[in-house]
């Protein structure tokens, strides 16, 4: 059953635009997440979709970010790359207390935009 979903989109030139400022890696992105995006040469669009894929998974916690920080939620891929989440402290938490177990995650982008959903479900 879904207990929550969430669903973002974001301009890839604002994250390109905010990318090159290392307190805003820093700040939202966990070391994994900042070496995948190096791993793929820096590119926009794969850094976008992953900011986009941490605010709709926060949307699916039915509490945006209060409470949650950004690095609380790790945006991760297989090595076929699709994308998974890994939650930690008080997101974890969160998904606990809503009675969620898993949480299935979709990503996409173009060259202007990244979008991403997120399901959780029981």
């Not at 979903?5 to 070391?31: H, M, N, P, Y």
């Amino acid at each position: 059953m879904v207990v929550g979903t969430g669903i973002d989109v974001i301009e890839v030139e604002r994250i390109r635009r905010a990318a090159s400022q290392q307190a805003f890696l820093e700040r939202v992105f966990t070391e994994n997440e900042v070496t995948y995006y190096k791993q793929r040469n820096q590119d926009a669009q794969t850094l976008a979709g992953i900011f986009a894929a941490k605010e709709a998974t926060a949307k699916a916690l039915a509490a945006g970010f209060n409470g949650i920080s950004w690095r609380n939620i790790e945006i991760m891929h297989t090595e076929s790359g699709q994308p998974y989440v890994e939650l930690r402290d008080a997101a974890k938490e969160r998904m606990q207390k809503m009675g969620g177990s898993t949480i299935h995650l979709s990503i996409s982008h173009i060259k202007t935009l990244a979008i991403a959903q997120a399901i959780l479900v029981e």
